[in-house]
């Protein structure tokens, strides 16, 4: 069942996103790419900076506009377009899908280190919102990020 931005919340589109079975014919390369994504999505939607967001309807604008919800939003938009890429990942995948799995590999790479860079790194600028104690990531997304960079 298709879900509503307009009246499905952002806590329905992150279950739609992170639950289910991956695919049994998914290569170890997309499964382990689907895992990551999946589990840092998780983390962020229940994370204490998301809660006056995640209730409120995918189409709605956030209530609050911090780290936490950025990266949420961008590893959902991430987690859309894995799964657009075939998981067996044939070598005759179209270059529509190439240019989307291209797109995943590097977005995951770039939400690693965008979580990883304080101090106060580059997501500060990109967000433009005043930093706070409730949207620090906390070591189980710090720790899932360093996994992906590994």
């Known amino acids: 069942m298709a879900l509503d931005p307009n ?16 695919p049994s014919n998914a290569s ?4 382990s790419q689907a895992q990551q994504l999946r589990s840092l999505h998780t983390k962020l939607a229940y ?6 967001n995640l209730h409120q309807t995918y189409a ?3 209530a609050s506009k911090d780290k936490v919800y950025f990266m949420w939003d961008f590893i959902g938009r991430t987690l859309g377009t894995l799964y657009q890429v075939p ?13 989307a799995w291209s797109d995943v590999t590097g977005r995951t790479i770039m939400a690693a280190n965008l979580i990883l860079d304080t101090n106060p790194g580059m997501l500060d600028m ?7 104690k409730e949207a620090d990531f906390g ?4 720790g899932i990020a360093k996994e992906i960079n590994a």
Request: avoid cysteine; hydrophobic fraction near 40%.
């Open 7 to 22: 009246k499905n919340t952002r806590e329905e589109f992150t279950l739609s996103l992170t639950e289910g079975p991956l």
């Open 28 to 31: 170890i390369v997309w499964k």
């Open 47 to 52: 994370h204490k900076a998301m809660e006056p």
């Open 60 to 62: 709605a604008p956030a």
């Open 87 to 99: 998981p067996n990942l044939p070598a005759s995948m179209s270059a529509k899908e190439k240019a």
């Open 126 to 132: 990109m967000v433009q919102a005043p930093s706070s």
């Open 139 to 142: 070591p189980e997304i710090l």
